[in-house]
């Protein structure tokens, strides 16, 4: 009888984790003891970082994207459709677009996030943000144009993905403005939601004084609870209100409503261990990415890692070995601290990060990754 | 645990959320309820000690109680 692992979305997390099953379960997949199945509800693969220079005119939202069949071995059975609905009970899922209920003996989520901006009223009419390729698209209309006001950019939602991203965007804002000789009629402020520039203490005491140096103005304790579009005004729960002329937001996330249907976790995000990332709420149910509630980044790195960690155990449950493959909290981000210069950090569960000082070499690392990356996408790399 | 003097009217478990998890689930079920509810936060993260008192302040809810438990914190923020 053959034994199905089916994956559920092919963005960085289950394309990874697909094509190394391909590879490290070569052998049963060929003689029929196992099935993978990836399923996707479009048939691209996207890989979002392109996305935060777009605005900026320096990428295509195009860039990011490839056809699925170019990146995913020929062992994957890859079925674009959505699941409508996880049996955890029946270990059965079922499609939108007519393909058969499956039965699995192993499910991996890699749904990842989807924003919500509608959660905050007006911020989908009066905020621009850079967080999808039509919002990128839109932002850079207006942000090509912007010659003199107020910039805000402000960090509605957290989690959200890519958590240095706010961070990059007003750095990368401050250079291209000075470059272009318009910074000194163009003032940026950066609003975050608790007391500092970052989630991580670590990297908001390193970003703050880069702020305060380059003029950023920095809100903190921020949440934002209203926008209004006409008066283009953004008020906070604290009490704060910022006009603007051009507002960049990081809108709230969510996973899909499919994992909270299931009991798998609230808002979309699977409750698991975080070492094994087996859920906790069923059995033979890994979740991965942005997907897992293990209180890391939401960042390619981290489905890049867990994936392999993934791999490693259900080829495990496949030939009745115990699982000791665990995913250790790694996490690794490039961060554009200007147009021409970039840090990096690298941390894990029990070691905060340390970002590294500020190099052109790690600003072209950053860009020669991004290209490289198609690489990861296929498990080379 | 060391028994509280308030009734929350919800709970919010952020035990085992990284920073800054905890304050935002607890900036989310503020938003979730009337005013003079109260929320207990239950959080293991240390640097919750510092971030629920100053935002308690920062916005006007009154932050009652923080509590030490077995595994962490409880904190009864009541909203304004």
């Given at each position: 009888?053959?034994?199905?692992?089916?994956?559920?979305?092919?963005?960085?997390?289950?394309?990874?984790?697909?094509?190394?099953?391909?590879?490290?379960?070569?052998?049963?997949?060929?003689?029929?003891?196992?099935?993978?199945?990836?399923?996707?509800?479009?048939?691209?693969?996207?890989?979002?970082?392109v996305?935060?220079?777009?605005?900026?005119?320096?990428?295509?939202?195009?860039?990011?994207?490839?056809?699925?069949?170019?990146?995913?071995?020929?062992?994957?059975?890859?079925q674009?459709?959505?699941?409508?609905?996880?049996?955890?009970?029946?270990?059965?899922?079922?499609?939108?677009?007519?393909?058969?209920?499956?039965?699995y003996?192993?499910?991996?989520?890699?749904?990842?996030?989807?924003?919500?901006?509608?959660?905050?009223?007006?911020?989908?009419?009066?905020?621009?943000?850079?967080?999808?390729?039509?919002?990128?698209?839109?932002?850079?209309?207006?942000?090509?144009?912007?010659?003199?006001?107020?910039?805000?950019?402000?960090?509605?939602?957290?989690?959200?993905?890519?958590?240095?991203?706010?961070?990059?965007?007003?750095?990368?804002?401050?250079?291209?403005?000075?470059?272009?000789?318009?910074r000194?009629?163009?003032?940026?402020?950066?609003?975050?939601?608790?007391n500092?520039?970052?989630?991580?203490?670590?990297?908001?005491?390193?970003?703050?004084?880069?702020?305060?140096?380059?003029?950023?103005?920095?809100?903190?304790?921020?949440?934002?609870?209203?926008?209004?579009p006409?008066?283009?005004?953004?008020?906070?729960?604290?009490?704060?209100?910022?006009?603007?002329?051009?507002?960049?937001?990081?809108?709230?996330?969510?996973?899909?409503?499919?994992?909270?249907?299931?009991?798998?976790?609230?808002?979309?995000?699977?409750?698991?261990?975080?070492?094994?990332?087996?859920?906790e709420?069923?059995d033979?149910?890994?979740?991965?990415?942005?997907?897992?509630?293990?209180?890391?980044?939401?960042?390619?790195?981290?489905?890049?890692?867990?994936?392999?960690v993934?791999?490693?155990?259900?080829?495990?449950?496949?030939?009745?070995?115990?699982?000791?493959?665990?995913?250790?909290?790694?996490?690794?981000?490039?961060?554009?601290?200007?147009?021409?210069?970039?840090?990096?950090?690298?941390?894990?569960?029990?070691?905060?990060?340390?970002?590294?000082?500020?190099?052109?070499?790690?600003?072209?690392?950053?860009?020669?990754?991004?290209?490289?990356?198609?690489?990861?996408?296929?498990?080379?790399? | 645990?060391?028994?509280?003097?308030?009734?929350?009217?919800?709970?919010?478990?952020?035990?085992?959320?990284?920073?800054?998890?905890?304050?935002?689930?607890?900036?989310?079920?503020?938003?979730?309820?009337?005013?003079?509810?109260?929320?207990?936060?239950?959080?293991?993260?240390?640097?919750?000690?510092?971030?629920?008192?100053?935002?308690?302040?920062?916005?006007?809810?009154?932050?009652?109680?923080l509590?030490?438990?077995?595994?962490?914190?409880a904190?009864?923020?009541?909203?304004?």
């Amino acid at each position: 009888m053959t034994e199905e692992i089916v994956i559920v979305g092919a963005g960085t997390g289950g394309s990874v984790l697909a094509n190394d099953l391909a590879e490290r379960l070569d052998t049963e997949i060929d003689a029929g003891d196992v099935r993978v199945t990836l399923v996707n509800d479009g048939p691209d693969h996207v890989y979002k970082p392109v996305w935060l220079y777009v605005p900026f005119g320096k990428r295509e939202s195009a860039d990011g994207r490839r056809a699925l069949p170019q990146l995913v071995d020929d062992r994957i059975d890859l079925q674009i459709d959505r699941v409508t609905d996880i049996d955890t009970d029946a270990k059965r899922i079922e499609y939108r677009d007519g393909g058969a209920p499956t039965n699995y003996d192993h499910l991996v989520l890699a749904t990842g996030s989807t924003l919500a901006p509608e959660e905050v009223p007006g911020l989908a009419e009066g905020g621009y943000n850079y967080y999808s390729e039509d919002g990128a698209e839109a932002l850079r209309e207006q942000l090509l144009s912007f010659t003199e006001g107020h910039l805000v950019l402000s960090v509605v939602g957290t989690p959200h993905m890519c958590p240095a991203a706010p961070l990059e965007f007003v750095f990368m804002a401050d250079a291209w403005f000075r470059e272009r000789g318009l910074r000194e009629d163009i003032e940026i402020t950066y609003t975050y939601p608790v007391n500092r520039v970052h989630g991580n203490p670590n990297i908001a005491e390193w970003a703050r004084p880069k702020m305060d140096e380059r003029g950023i103005n920095v809100e903190t304790f921020f949440n934002a609870e209203e926008v209004d579009p006409d008066e283009q005004v953004i008020t906070s729960m604290e009490g704060s209100d910022l006009q603007y002329d051009l507002l960049v937001d990081i809108p709230p996330h969510s996973g899909v409503d499919l994992i909270e249907e299931a009991g798998l976790g609230d808002r979309g995000w699977v409750e698991v261990d975080k070492h094994t990332l087996e859920a906790e709420h069923a059995d033979d149910v890994y979740a991965l990415g942005d997907t897992a509630a293990t209180g890391v980044p939401n960042a390619g790195s981290v489905a890049h890692y867990q994936a392999g960690v993934v791999g490693q155990r259900l080829a495990s449950h496949v030939r009745g070995y115990p699982a000791t493959a665990t995913y250790d909290g790694k996490t690794l981000c490039f961060i554009e601290t200007g147009m021409g210069e970039a840090s990096f950090v690298e941390f894990d569960y029990e070691s905060p990060p340390s970002p590294a000082p500020p190099s052109e070499k790690l600003h072209w690392s950053k860009l020669a990754y991004n290209e490289a990356y198609w690489l990861t996408a296929r498990g080379l790399l | 645990m060391t028994d509280a003097a308030y009734d929350p009217d919800k709970t919010v478990d952020a035990r085992g959320a990284a920073c800054p998890g905890p304050l935002m689930d607890l900036i989310g079920a503020i938003k979730s309820v009337d005013s003079g509810a109260v929320v207990r936060l239950l959080s293991d993260n240390e640097q919750s000690a510092t971030d629920v008192p100053e935002w308690a302040e920062e916005s006007g809810n009154e932050l009652l109680e923080l509590t030490e438990t077995d595994d962490g914190y409880a904190f009864y923020v009541e909203k304004a």
